[in-house]
């Protein structure tokens, strides 16, 4: 986990991964009808559910603020949304030579590429090529 040839190659290969993943999800969720639902898209469903008249917020219903803030949301099972060290903190990655090795990698392996391993074959391959221009650079 701390081994930043490691951290590096993961960013690289798996961060467009995973922001492609969500832009598909998005545009399919928001995009595509729902044949149970009239054919309606998902979006038109909610602007359907927020537009009814028996919707509050239709009407400027909308509650006040609760009276004790403090606890607001409290799930005794849950995490505690008071809880001061309740975030994910992803450290920045310190490399030399960042971009001639992001270039090396990226000029054979494209993290959008086809994957039969879900891009665990194009992690090992750019690994690889990581190692392999560290090596050229350090000569």
Do not use: C
């Amino acid at each position: 986990m701390e081994d930043p040839v490691h951290l590096f190659t993961l960013h690289t290969i798996f961060i467009p991964r995973i922001n492609k993943a969500l832009e598909d999800f998005s545009e399919a969720f928001n995009n595509h009808a729902v044949s149970t639902e009239g054919n309606w898209t998902p979006y038109q469903m909610w602007m359907n559910g927020m537009m009814h008249t028996n919707n509050p917020l239709a009407h400027e219903g909308v509650d006040g603020e609760p009276d004790d803030l403090e606890l607001y949301g409290y799930d005794p099972e849950g995490p505690s949304p008071l809880e001061e060290d309740n975030n994910v903190v992803v450290e920045p990655i310190t490399l030399d030579n960042r971009n001639f090795i992001e270039s090396y990698v990226l000029d054979v392996v494209d993290p959008l590429m086809q994957s039969t391993h879900l891009g665990i074959d194009l992690y090992t391959k750019a690994l690889e090529l990581v190692r392999e221009s560290i090596n050229v650079m350090n000569g």
